[in-house]
């Protein structure tokens, strides 16, 4: 005769109830953390994604978050004032004066400053990464309630006398710019991006 310590029947009964008042246990344990936890984190991942932008950044800013970049961009700044490119540099990053804006379909150039061996402020070093874009990556310009999104197409360093990075192009471009290597201001990092859509904010 098998020797057996628990009766099978009993044995049966018992494990049915054990295994259902585990389950009734995490079921409850995750509906509590799901309604408690997970669903205002959504909420508030919406709402910050819509309505704490800063009002400098909506009006015209560049977001890139690979860099951790959300950075306000001056408009039609002087690129050949060195004064007022440098005030302007202290505010965030500069569209370049004359250069196309966002939806106006041709080159939309900014430039800003990447270290703080040359410069100072809290824009500094704001394009210090800029050598992480890869193809592919995006970038979003707010400008006058519309979203932005664009994708990078191409890098380059040029010599910083390269005015040819200035031509208009034949359809939106965002081009970027930066003095290179970090820490000098011998030549230029240039991250080109085509756009990809346009959203309202």
């Not at 007022?84 to 250069?99: P, R, S, T």
Request: with cysteine.
């Amino acid at each position: 005769m098998a020797f057996n310590i628990f009766p099978k029947n009993n044995f049966e009964k018992n494990s049915l109830a054990v295994l259902v008042i585990i389950f009734i246990i995490i079921f409850g344990l995750f509906n509590l953390y799901y309604y408690k936890y997970l669903i205002p984190v959504q909420e508030n991942l919406v709402v910050s994604s819509q309505e704490n932008l800063d009002s400098k950044i909506k009006a015209f800013g560049l977001k890139i978050d690979k860099l951790d970049i959300l950075v306000p961009v001056i408009k039609n700044v002087d690129g050949s004032d060195k004064t007022a490119y440098n005030e302007a540099l202290n505010q965030g990053v500069a569209h370049y004066k004359g250069m196309a804006l966002p939806g106006q379909g041709s080159n939309i150039f900014i430039f800003g400053h990447s270290s703080t061996v040359l410069n100072q402020g809290n824009y500094a070093t704001i394009f210090a990464r800029l050598n992480e874009l890869e193809k592919d990556d995006k970038a979003i310009v707010y400008f006058e309630g519309k979203k932005y999104e664009y994708s990078v197409t191409e890098k380059e360093v040029v010599k910083k006398t390269d005015i040819g990075v200035l031509n208009p192009t034949p359809k939106e471009q965002l081009t970027l710019m930066t003095c290179w290597p970090i820490g000098t201001n011998q030549k230029r990092l240039v991250v080109k991006f085509n756009l990809n859509e346009t959203l309202p904010l």
